[in-house]
T-cell receptor, first 113, second 114 residues
Framework: AQSVTQLDSHVSVSEGTPVLLRCNYSSSYSPSLFWYVQHPNKGLQLLLKYTSAATLVKGINGFEAEFKKSETSFHLTKPSAHMSDAAEYFCVVSLSNDYKLSFGAGTTVTVRA | GAVVSQHPSWVICKSGTSVKIECRSLDFQATTMFWYRQFPKQSLMLMATSNEGSKATYEQGVEKDKFLINHASLTLSTLTVTSAHPEDSSFYIC??????????FGEGSRLTVL
């Protein structure tokens, strides 16, 4: 079985300050891990993915995430938040050869001017 | 990147009618497509896996006679909500795999049943 826990349902940051979105996973197999972003009434856009290569993964729009097997974590960070980063973020896990995804509950990010 | 298109993006229908939502992979062939349902301010829930040329595989608790899925070609899967009721109102999202290890998501279709 596999599951994902996003530890924060809502994160509020000031523009220009760092963003940290926390994610822990459980999986019986070697997982693939993803972060997706969803803007209101829109589909999902892939920010980055981990598939057993480098543990520090760089994504689009300045986001990056670090896979820590010992902590079963895959936290998402960005050094400087922008107003356009306000959205819903989902941490997602998949078995290595299975396209079925398990979604975390999501974290809403708001950015204050 | 690859593009997945959903149509319609918004639909309002009367209770008891059926609504069809299309999911197309525009620039790649998708042997597998997935259908998700998302309630307001909640995460995505996988409804079913759609395989080209075969019957869809439904997740536990999803009524296959209520949510008909057809994957007739490598670029098109359809979800039909039959005899829709207000509780079926939701945001429906599809995704498609092109075999590269990445899933591409459609823009979603918001269904409102009056």
């Amino acid at each position: 079985a596999q599951s994902v826990t996003q530890l924060d349902s809502h994160v509020s940051v000031s523009e220009g300050t760092p963003v940290l979105l926390r994610c822990n996973y459980s999986s019986s197999y070697s997982p693939s891990l993803f972060w997706y972003v969803q803007h209101p009434n829109k589909g999902l856009q892939l920010l980055l993915k981990y598939t057993s290569a480098a543990t520090l993964v760089k994504g689009i729009n300045g986001f990056e995430a670090e896979f820590k097997k010992s902590e079963t974590s895959f936290h998402l960070t960005k050094p400087s938040a922008h107003m356009s980063d306000a959205a819903e973020y989902f941490c997602v896990v998949s078995l290595s050869n299975d396209y079925k995804l398990s979604f975390g509950a999501g974290t809403t990010v708001t950015v204050r001017a | 990147g690859a593009v997945v298109s959903q149509h319609p993006s918004w639909v309002i229908c009367k209770s008891g009618t059926s609504v069809k939502i299309e999911c197309r992979s525009l620039d790649f062939q998708a042997t597998t497509m997935f259908w998700y349902r998302q309630f307001p301010k909640q995460s995505l829930m996988l409804m079913a896996t759609s395989n080209e040329g075969s019957k869809a595989t439904y997740e536990q608790g999803v009524e296959k006679d209520k949510f008909l899925i057809n994957h007739a070609s490598l670029t098109l899967s359809t979800l039909t909500v039959t005899s829709a009721h207000p509780e079926d109102s939701s945001f429906y999202i599809c995704s498609a795999s092109g075999g590269t290890g990445e899933l591409f998501f459609g823009e979603g279709s918001r269904l409102t049943v009056l």
